[in-house]
């Protein structure tokens, strides 16, 4: 093999190493890609349950004009998620989500009394306007539930793809990091204390 077979065979292998590193590094980028979406998706739907709240109080402040403790514990949860709801993919660090998570928890907590008043206000639970907005939530809680599930599947991929070798190599060479996870709330495990 001559000089000219030598330099291009260098010159060949250099090339298929670049190509590699730019696949790897072109995949990586897509699955951090696919978790700002997934994040992005989460938070819309967040969102819509905050955009139905206002609309659910005035239906309700019009029937259960007594209720003011629970109808201002809603809209105060509602209000504290303020900078939390706009947290960035950039930033989903185990204790930013936690922040999240709190907040959201709390507003979840403040609308499970809400919806409890209907019991007290028989024409609340015939109001079309107040069975609207109880259907629209209930399908918003849902769609809470497959968002976050889903965004946590985009982080395990994403996890995953930088902790295995050789991309852990390239990750940290770019500067690629894990992302936090959604959690249960502490004592979700445990069943609901039902009495009659």
């Given amino acids: 093999m001559g000089k000219l077979g030598k330099i291009l065979l260098v010159v060949g292998v250099l090339v298929l190493l670049a ?17 700002n979406t997934s994040w992005a998706q989460v938070q819309n739907v967040y969102q819509r349950r905050a955009d139905l709240i206002p609309n659910l109080v005035e239906t309700v402040k ?5 209720e003011n403790e629970t109808l201002t514990a809603v809209t105060q949860a509602r209000s504290q998620l303020g900078g939390v709801t706009q ?9 930013n989500l936690a922040k999240f998570q709190k907040a959201q928890a709390g507003l979840g ?3 499970q009394r809400l919806m409890m008043l209907q019991e007290r206000y028989p024409d609340l639970k015939a109001n079309t306007n107040f069975t609207r907005l ?29 902790r295995s070798f050789p991309r852990n190599l390239m990750a940290g060479m770019f500067g690629f990091e894990r992302k936090a996870y959604f959690e249960a709330e502490a004592g979700a495990q445990k ?6």
């Fill in 19 to 35: 190509m590699m590193l730019g696949s790897g590094y072109n995949k990586l980028v897509g699955m951090d890609e696919n978790v």
């Fill in 191 to 196: 069943a609901p204390e039902v009495k009659f």
């Fill in 109 to 111: 907590s403040a609308l």
């Fill in 62 to 66: 019009g029937y259960a004009k007594h």
């Fill in 87 to 95: 947290l960035r993919a950039e930033d989903l660090t185990p204790e």
């Fill in 134 to 162: 109880q259907d629209e939530l209930a399908g918003t809680e849902n769609r809470i539930a497959v968002e976050r599930r889903r965004f946590n599947e985009a982080v395990q991929s994403y996890n995953k793809a930088i």
